[in-house]
């Protein structure tokens, strides 16, 4: 009965965590999406942005390459997508009483490396559609400043230690799985 109520006692403490975090990860999908297709659907938005993030000429935003553009834009957000299900997971794991779990060690573990990726798709694909809209070099004695931001850094150090932290997790439940079935 104490296993019962220990379990009950964990979901109560972090329910509405959990719930918070699933809540904040779809909006935020939600929100990139509705970005994303706002910022492509206008054409001189699209040109004047373009020239000022990346310096040069104003971008040639016809509607070909904006889709092209939009096409990137939503692959990255669909890897966020993957994210925001994988978020959806390991918050399942914990409202289960897995908390400890390898299954969910695995799915933080998931949420880090779908992080990871997005950033770094992201940032591959910058310049990217700088060389689509803009005519000009892409590369520059300004690369670094013009495509690497400072939330890029973030990014890729919070979702490393998610990775790493889920690692350290995953290897833990795992030992203590052998320890139980050893006893």
């Known amino acids: 009965m104490g296993a019962i109520d220990t379990q009950a006692a964990l979901r109560a403490r972090i329910v509405w965590p959990c719930r918070a975090i699933r809540a904040a990860a ?3 999908a939600a929100w990139m999406l509705l970005r994303v297709g706002g910022f ?5 938005l699209v040109a004047r942005a373009i020239a000022g ?5 104003l971008a040639l935003a016809d509607a070909a390459r904006r889709a092209a553009g939009l096409g990137v834009s939503l692959t990255v957000w669909a890897m966020v997508v993957a994210a925001v299900l994988a978020v959806w997971r390991l918050t399942g794991h914990y409202l289960s009483g897995r908390v400890f779990s390898v299954d969910a060690s695995v799915a933080l573990k998931r949420v880090g490396q779908l992080g990871l990726a997005a950033t770094a798709f992201d940032l591959a694909a910058r310049p ?3 060389a689509l809209l803009s005519p000009g070099p892409v590369l520059d004695a300004h690369f670094l400043a013009r495509w690497v ?3 890029d850094l973030l990014n890729v150090g919070l979702f490393a230690a998610l990775w790493v932290l889920a690692h350290i997790l995953e290897s833990a439940a795992s030992l203590s799985d052998e320890v139980e079935q050893f006893v």
């Open 26 to 28: 779809v909006a935020y």
């Open 40 to 44: 492509w659907s206008d054409p001189e």
């Open 53 to 57: 993030w990346y310096g040069g000429q």
């Open 128 to 130: 990217a559609i700088r």
């Open 149 to 151: 931001r400072p939330e």
